[in-house]
């Protein structure tokens, strides 16, 4: 079976991994519209005020992460705008 994850940042990588641990069989297939799959959003406020100066750190998950520890397909800067159940 396919799934299809749309959106990054806390909620899609969260499912998406969940669902892995569930089913190893199943592809898995996230789909991003920004840059970024995961990052520390708790952190934003610290980057901002200059805390943390380098933005890398903030990132929490890769493409690559997901794909190697996962067998998650990540495909950033897609944005989905319609979705059709009859045709999957």
Do not use: Q
């Amino acid at each position: 079976m396919k799934f299809v994850v749309i959106g990054g940042v806390a909620g899609g990588p969260s499912f998406a991994t969940r669902l892995r641990r569930l089913n190893e069989e199943h592809e898995i297939v996230i789909y991003e519209r920004g840059k970024h799959i995961s990052y520390a959003s708790c952190a934003l406020p610290y980057y901002l005020g200059n805390i943390i100066e380098n933005r890398d750190t903030l990132i929490e998950r890769t493409p690559e992460i997901l794909k190697v520890k996962n067998n998650i397909d990540v495909l950033t800067e897609h944005e989905i705008t319609a979705i059709d159940p009859e045709k999957k």
